[in-house]
């Protein structure tokens, strides 16, 4: 059984920083891509950050760079997002998400995602 879980959400005031992890068990994990998104009420799932399954390539959205970085330990099945200078605006519930397919690069559509956790809520006040 695929399992992902995060951790590290919470709430933060304006220019705070916070580190999300996400262990993942039940699949080779230094096979696939990884992959953070999130999401606010009423909107829909955004793509955030992405590693390759060799953590050479990483990719961040536009909104995110030079703010957000994304890692992993392939050797403890972890992939992290570290988050500094957070505004209100990266306000939302943060899920990793793991690639479907082996060995590819970084996708920024969650269609191509087979396996999510829960989620972890990130709060950031004005």
């Known amino acids: 059984q695929v399992q992902l879980v995060e951790s590290g959400g919470g709430l933060v005031q304006t220019g705070g920083s916070l580190r999300l992890s996400c262990v993942v068990s039940g699949r080779t994990f ?3 891509a990884m992959a ?3 999401q606010c ?3 829909e799932r955004e793509f ?3 590693i390759s399954w060799s953590g050479t390539y990483t ?3 536009d909104s995110a760079k030079g703010r957000f970085t994304i890692s992993r330990d392939n050797a403890k099945s972890t992939v992290y997002l570290q988050m500094n200078s957070l505004k209100p ?3 939302a519930v943060y899920y990793c998400a793991a690639a479907g397919d082996a060995f590819t690069l970084v996708s ?3 269609t191509d995602y087979a396996d999510w956790g829960q989620g972890t809520q990130v709060a950031v006040s004005s």
Do not use: I, L, N
Request: glycine residues 10%.
């Open 36 to 38: 953070w998104f999130r």
């Open 48 to 50: 955030v950050a992405g």
């Open 41 to 43: 009420p009423g909107k």
């Open 59 to 61: 990719r961040v959205t």
């Open 89 to 91: 605006e990266d306000t």
């Open 108 to 110: 920024p559509s969650y």
């Open 30 to 32: 230094s096979s696939y």
